[in-house]
T-cell receptor, first 112, second 116 residues
Framework: SQKIEQNSEALNIQEGKTATLTCNYTNYSPAYLQWYRQDPGRGPVFLLL???NEKEKRKERLKVTFDTTLKQSLFHITASQPADSATYLCALILGSNYQLIWGAGTKLIIKP | DADVTQTPRNRITKTGKRIMLECSQT?????MYWYRQDPGLGLRLIYYSFDVKDINKGEISDGYSVSRQAQAKFSLSLESAIPNQTALYFC???????????????FGPGTRLTVL
């Protein structure tokens, strides 16, 4: 069956360390993958897009990798800060109409 | 994002009632979407519209209907609400001119719907 998996348990990280979140998928062949941030009571906010032919993408303290062989994307936040605490969602982009398929998200908690 | 607004923000209703959730956007985007979010599940697409005359069913359209009244307005209706439609509902927009397959989506603040 097709599915997207993100760590369901909250990830607790000490401030200043690198946080790494995982998005695994099966039986999909996405051409693109996006990462979003969602704060409580708010809608998701777009962070980064990576294409299947890109191994890595960076934006400030954020880094995303995309391994189509492993069917996995990793999302890294370096020098993490308490303000980075949120739920992070991955989304695969499929098909000619570019429909997004979403993971359930991982809650990240950065402790001071 | 203040550019995408949803009303109401919270709604409690009873089984069998008809409910309409409204979404408006000032971003000038042509594409609009309705999702629901349940704890432990990813966002699931209910309906999407690529322009005023183009409306498509998503993954979980049963029990829902939509209306695209204008480019800026997209409403979601529950004709006869049932308890398992209790969820957080999000409207989103995207711009087909912004780069096709990237389809970055911009979300409203959500409507928390409870069906008793």
């Amino acid at each position: 069956s097709q599915k997207i998996e993100q760590n369901s348990e909250a990830l607790n990280i000490q401030e200043g360390k690198t946080a790494t979140l995982t998005c695994n998928y099966t039986n999909y062949s996405p051409a693109y993958l996006q990462w979003y941030r969602q704060d409580p009571g708010r809608g998701p906010v777009f962070l980064l897009l990576i294409r299947e032919n890109e191994k890595e993408k960076r934006k400030e303290r954020l880094k995303v990798t995309f391994d189509t062989t492993l069917k996995q994307s990793l999302f890294h936040i370096t020098a993490s800060q308490p303000a980075d605490s949120a739920t992070y969602l991955c989304a695969l982009i499929l098909g000619s109409n570019y429909q997004l398929i979403w993971g359930a998200g991982t809650k990240l908690i950065i402790k001071p | 994002d203040a550019d995408v607004t949803q009303t109401p923000r919270n709604r409690i209703t009873k089984t069998g009632k008809r409910i309409m959730l409204e979404c408006s956007q000032t971003k000038g985007h042509d594409r609009m979407y309705w999702y629901r979010q349940d704890p432990g599940l990813g966002l699931r697409l209910i309906y999407y519209s690529f322009d005023v005359k183009d409306i498509n069913k998503g993954e979980i359209s049963d029990g829902y209907s939509v209306s695209r009244q204008a480019q800026a307005k997209f409403s979601l209706s529950l004709e006869s609400a049932i308890p398992n439609q209790t969820a957080l509902y999000f409207c989103a927009t995207s711009d087909s001119r912004a780069g096709g397959p990237t389809d970055t989506q911009y979300f409203g603040p959500g409507t928390r719907l409870t069906v008793l």
